[in-house]
């Protein structure tokens, strides 16, 4: 996976959250939360935030935050670990 691919997985998950009207939110880092809505609104913040490693080249960090978003949609029933896998595989263009 490049960042490139990357870029392409962004949208995918920024255009879910937007047809689901789920907003954007700085989740504070000390907390636990108990609200799935809470949960996917700092996914969504968490997107912004990729871009700009990936500008930065920081790959690895936007890795590690995937794989963070993807724990946190099939923990809340949005996508099944054969989608989200299929998110990540090469396009077929």
Not at 3 to 30: L, T, W
Not at 79 to 88: G, K, M, Q, S, V
Request: aromatic share 12%; charged share 30%; net charge positive.
């Amino acid at each position: 996976m490049n960042a490139e691919k990357v870029r392409e997985v962004i949208v995918i998950y920024r255009q879910y959250f937007k047809k689901n009207k789920i907003s954007k939110i700085d989740f504070p880092h000390e907390k636990i939360s108990f609200s799935s809505e809470e949960v996917l609104s700092h996914c969504h913040g968490m997107l912004d935030k990729m871009e700009q490693f990936l500008d930065e080249g920081r790959i690895e960090k936007v890795f590690r935050w995937l794989g963070f978003i993807q724990g946190c949609l099939w923990t809340t029933k949005r996508y099944t670990i054969e989608e989200l896998a299929n998110h990540n595989r090469p396009s077929t263009k």
